[in-house]
């Protein structure tokens, strides 16, 4: 402690990050056969996410002159393009009696293990251990910020927003530039802390991560290692865990509460194709990341877009809007499989010629999601067939993550309704479609 202190105690909770954990565990003098080979592999199935998040605020809220109280955005960026995700509900807002309102917008909120996702925000982060930066327009460095984060909140409004029209844009456009900005970039840098959530490597040694000193009195209640990670709550449904194991302390609420699923998160660096492919555009390339089976289509399928038109779902791109079978989505991620090999896939017979993917792949069959495999053998789905083909890669989409359970989360190809969860883990923990999904819901 402070002051020379020293403090000793038989039971010691820690709810602190893995990181500052890690650092206290290095240190200590926990009694011999305490940190066992085990111990050190659970406690190293963690890993720190890189989070960066953008408030600007507005002297006056021109989203609120445009109807926009609620819902989300997003623009993809780059280290050149600061990448939009945001939130016109998220920032505080005032507003006078006049109903002229002034206030602060949640331009970006983004994460990754890598920092990949914050490279446009690195060079704007101050040199000190705290997450948050101020970014003033008092000075020609931070106006160029600003005046760059305006303009491209104008062009998602202008050319991808599907709730206002274009024209739109121009009073945006008009609008005084932000005041200043509130830039927070959690990493590995910042002290206590080490980034802004955490989320499993592998499950092989989860119960000891859990619990790794319980035994000598030492207990663990952190998001870092919990069945909710990146949440307070995970932190609170490991201390109930623990309180209950320990102290046989039961809840102090009667109502249920889900262990969730334990998943593993991005293992390998995502990466961007440029825009020299012959669709233009930016593609989203998945490597690792989610312990589910590979569920995609092949690039040649048909895809059905908002307006009707047919493209190839290799041309999609990040931002587009595509028909969900029932209202138009919008594609949050685009997912490519390189897979390079031959294997066994699901041919299907349609009326825009083959479409070929993964037998595991879920679609709508009337009311229900099943699996291609599945739907074929209870004989509900005719012309299919399975054979061994050579796939170069495989392609899947994300549709209306920003909106989880208020949308179809599909998309439509080849005239088929096909599930549009992607790897998203909080979709598929949410309505698990795919069998090994549905096992994973049920046994935990």
Known sequence: LSYGMTATANKLLLNIPQRPLLTVLRESTMPDGAFTPTVWSAL?????????????????AWWYDLGLTSGDF??????????????????????????????????????????????????????????TT?????????????????????????????????YAANSIRN????????????????KFAGGGWHGWTNLAYVDEAMDPLGEYGVYTVNEAYSNLQGWAEGSLMAADEMLLKYYDCPDPWDFEVSPLVQVVRQTAERECTGGGDEDGGGTTVTVGGGDADVLCFTGDAKLQMANGTLVPLKSVRAGEMVWTGAAAGKVTEVLVHPVKEKLKVAVMATPHGE??????????VGSKWMEISAAHEAGLVENVKFEERFIDAFYNLEVDAHIPGKSEHAYVVNAVIASGLGDNVKLNTMMPRQNSWIAKTHTN
């Open 44 to 60: 190293h199935t963690s890993q720190t996410e890189i989070v960066s998040k953008l408030y600007l605020y507005y002297e006056n």
């Open 74 to 131: 997003d623009l993809p960026g780059d280290a050149t393009q600061m990448p939009l995700s945001g939130r016109y509900h998220d920032g505080h807002v005032k507003c006078d009696e006049m109903g002229k309102c002034h206030g602060f917008l949640l331009a970006t909120y983004i994460n990754d293990y890598g920092g990949q996702t914050a490279m446009f925000f690195r060079r704007y982060q101050a040199e000190r251990p705290e997450p």
């Open 134 to 166: 101020i970014i003033s327009s008092d000075d020609i460095e931070g106006r160029l910020f600003l005046e760059h984060a305006h303009g491209r909140l104008v062009e998602y409004h202008q050319y991808h927003s599907d709730r206002v029209p274009g």
């Open 175 to 190: 609008n005084p530039i932000p005041k200043f900005a509130v830039l927070s970039t959690w990493n590995i840098a910042v």
């Open 355 to 364: 479409l070929v993917g993964t037998p595991s792949h879920p679609i709508k």
